[in-house]
């Protein structure tokens, strides 16, 4: 197997400024860059870039993924967690699950990097899709959204190395099974199947009620003074508008509602967890496996009643149909030629007796005969029992 790797870096609170734009592309010569993004594929070499320096001069999120088991994540926090560390140390420092607060400020870096053995799970083929999924991910920590963190640790939690598979569950959040579609392909990125989010609920709460984020700015901006007014405005206009915004509504969102999620603490293991999860993957599957069957029998009683009106009207003028028949071996193709045997069994059936078999063979024998080069054709009519 060929060697295969993907790094890629995002922009999420504002484009890069002209230094770090020239920053980024001291990085790389080969790479894509812009003020939103940065992207690369390696199928030999390495990226050898600063990845740190990279999420301190504008970037926000990294991505990196390799077929040999390397899948990476990095996220920049420029607030730094919006949880207290009572909270958020029970997730993170799990494994290979990091947060690297930076030496002056808030910022900090939340990296997740399992190992994983080649071929251990399955492989992804266009790594650039789940860039989005990791845009979520960063907004949901950003938001103070602890189902994010608890995740984030599942993800952690499934390396084949540093973690044991004994390894006890932290806290469970509230509402975790909300979150499947959200987070589904970020753990599928990371080898995980999305019902775990679901065998992970069972058990705890729903989640506390949300308020949308026009209520939370409007309410954020009622609170303002008229002299905090008048220093907003300013810093707007002599600031960097992209970065004000971002750190006001990075204010705004992280509020002090974590201490109010619910949470209960089940106590399992992470690998009863995998196993209660493959129990409701077969369920799951068997479910969806009547489904198709019940979708199908209702396709295949809507096409059985269609036929049955079309052959009523065979019967009002066969040759008409022998015509179409005709017509569709003339327009060539194998469709063509499927359709057209189609039709001349339904008419066969439709007319029924010796006068029905006699009809459709001497033309099917006709066409045969008009095209000797046509094996599909002739193919098509013998699975009919058509042709000879």
Known sequence: MSEYQYVAFRAVDRPLTDAELKY????????????????NEYHWGDFRGNVDGL????????????????????????????????????????????????????????????????????????????????????????VGDPRALYTLWLCAAMDDESVEPDIVEPPVPGGLSECVEEFGKFLEFFGLDPLVLIAAAEGSTDAPKQPSREQLYRHWVEQLSAAESKQLVLRFLSEDANTVQTEIMTA??????????????????????LDRTSQLRTEHDEKEKKKRAAAAKREAAKKEKKRQERMKKMVEDPKSWLREATKLVNDRGTENYKAAADILADLREAVGGDEGEKITRVHAAHLAKKHPTLTHLKSSLRKRDLLE
């Not at 808030?106 to 990791?134: F, K, Q, R, T």
């Not at 705004?252 to 967890?273: C, H, I, N, Y």
């Open 24 to 39: 980024a592309e001291k990085q790389s010569t080969r790479a894509e860059i812009s003020r939103w993004s940065f992207e």
């Open 55 to 142: 999420l301190k001069r504008g970037y926000d999120i990294y991505l990196h993924y390799a077929n040999f088991g390397i899948r990476t994540v990095a996220f920049r926090l420029s607030a730094g967690l919006p949880f207290p560390k009572s909270l958020w140390s029970q997730y993170i420092e799990i494994g290979e699950l990091k947060c690297k607060k930076d030496q002056k400020g808030e910022a900090c870096i939340v990296s997740l990097n399992p190992y994983h053995e080649l071929g251990e799970i399955e492989e992804i083929w266009n790594p650039g899709e789940y860039m989005e999924d990791m845009v979520e991910m960063r907004r949901r920590l950003v």
């Open 252 to 273: 705004v969102q992280r509020g002090d509602g974590t201490a109010d999620w619910p949470m209960v603490s089940p106590g399992r293991t992470f690998e009863k967890l």
